[in-house]
């Protein structure tokens, strides 16, 4: 028994249709996974990754805001803070804010550093960018030998600003 001929007429006029959805479907899902695939690999490729090893620069004296925390003193303890060096052109040239106690006393560009002299006991320092909120660190300023008075200056790799003590 052969189908009613209408029936056999709309299918033959609707199979352009659906092979057109189908092709355009498939365009679409190719052309994501594309897009997919080339912003992973563009992402991937802006990772943070050390530059090469050259020396800090000290940060220069008419980009010091508060000059009492780089002056060294009596009783006060030398401590340093160092912008680690990237490559990554995202975080490059961003300028880091920094401050003592909740007073901004710097700024620090891709390799410079700054040295503060603290007296001894608990500091509160912190950094921020113009995108990031501030991020602080209680800081032990101290004499004693099995700490070090450093902290590093670093991106995570989201591209947010981050603060740290580390070992000499």
């Not at 340093?80 to 006393?105: A, P």
């Amino acid at each position: 028994m052969q189908p009613p001929r209408h029936a056999v007429h709309q299918r033959s006029r609707h199979a352009p249709e659906r092979a057109s959805r189908q092709a355009t479907k498939i365009a679409k899902t190719t052309f994501a996974r594309v897009a997919l695939a080339v912003a992973t690999i563009s992402v991937a490729a802006c990772g943070a990754t050390p530059a090469e090893r050259v020396p800090f620069r000290a940060v220069p004296a008419e980009r010091i805001v508060k000059a009492g925390y780089t002056e060294p003193g009596g009783g006060k303890i030398a401590v340093d803070v160092r912008r680690e060096r990237t490559d990554n052109v995202v975080v490059r040239f961003r300028d880091v804010l920094v401050y003592v106690d909740g007073e901004r006393v710097t700024d620090l560009m891709n390799g410079e550093y700054v040295v503060f002299f603290l007296s001894p006991g608990v500091h509160r320092l912190a950094v921020s960018t113009q995108f990031d909120p501030v991020r602080e660190l209680q800081f032990l300023v101290t004499a004693d030998p099995r700490y070090t008075n450093r902290a590093s200056v670093t991106f995570k790799p989201d591209h947010r600003v981050e603060l740290r003590r580390v070992a000499q």
